[in-house]
C-alpha cells in the first residue's frame, strides 16, 4: 500500500489532543493513521534553516518540520500568502498589497521546502499538497524529477476570473496549477471558477 505524505503550511503538533489541533489536523491525522506516512510543514518557529529537520514517529505516522527564517516567514506568509492571495481569493482586491519582494519570497520557500522535502520522498508515495500557502509546491517537485501522484486541496474559495486576473502573478499560479494530478476545491462553485479561470486566462488549459 502506497504510503501518505501531506505537505501543510504548519503541521499540528504529534499529541492530537492538543489544543492547536483543529478540524484539518483532525482530517490529516485520520487519513495518515488509515495509510500510514508522513506529514511534513513548519515547526511554527524561526531560526536556522539549515538546521535537520525535526522528526517524531508515533505508530505508522512520521512527523518532519522545519523552522523558517524571520525573512521568509515574513515575505512568503505575512506578505504574500495573508496579504495578497487571502485577500484576493476572498474577492476582496481593495486588501491586496502586493509587492514583488514578497512574491520572490514565496517562490523561494516553496523551492526551499521542496528540497527538504525531496530526500524523504519514495518512489510510490502519493502526495497531497494542502491551501494556498502552496500553490507552487507540486511545480516545484516536478522540476526536481518528482513523478508520484500530487494532489492538492484548497481550504479557501477560488476566485472568478475577474478576480484572479486582477493579480500580477495570476498567469504563473495558474501554470504551477497545472502540475497538480488532483485539485480539490470547497464547493462546486470554486470548481467552476477555477476552470473559468483555466479557460479564459492561459492557453494551457487541458480539463
Known amino acids: 500500500m502506497s504510503r501518505l505524505v501531506v505537505v501543510s503550511n504548519r503541521i499540528a503538533p504529534p499529541d492530537e489532543h492538543a489544543a492547536s489541533a483543529g478540524g484539518l489536523a483532525v482530517g490529516i491525522l485520520g487519513a495518515l493513521k488509515a495509510a500510514g506516512g508522513l506529514w511534513f510543514g513548519w515547526s511554527g518557529e524561526t531560526g536556522n534553516e539549515d538546521q535537520p ?7 505508522n505516522i512520521t512527523w518532519a518540520s522545519f523552522n523558517l527564517s524571520e525573512q521568509d516567514l515574513d515575505e512568503y506568509y505575512n506578505q504574500f500568502s495573508n496579504a495578497v492571495l487571502w485577500p484576493a481569493f476572498h ?98 462553485n470554486d470548481r467552476l471558477a477555477f476552470l473559468d479561470c483555466l479557460s479564459n486566462l492561459t492557453p494551457r488549459h487541458d480539463t
Open 91 to 188: 474577492y476582496r482586491l481593495d486588501l491586496v498589497q502586493f509587492q514583488r519582494p514578497a512574491w520572490d519570497g514565496y517562490l523561494r520557500v516553496n523551492a526551499l521546502l521542496a528540497d527538504k522535502l525531496l530526500p524523504l520522498l519514495q518512489d510510490d508515495d502519493i502526495i497531497w499538497i494542502h491551501d494556498y500557502h502552496l500553490l507552487p509546491f507540486a511545480h516545484e517537485l516536478r522540476k526536481r524529477g518528482v513523478n508520484n501522484r500530487i494532489g492538492f486541496f484548497l481550504h479557501i474559495p477560488f476566485p472568478t476570473p475577474e478576480i484572479f486576473n486582477a493579480l500580477p502573478t495570476y498567469d504563473t499560479l495558474l501554470e504551477q496549477l497545472c502540475d497538480y494530478d488532483l485539485l480539490g476545491f470547497q464547493t462546486e
Open 53 to 59: 529537520l525535526k522528526k517524531v514517529k508515533k505508530g
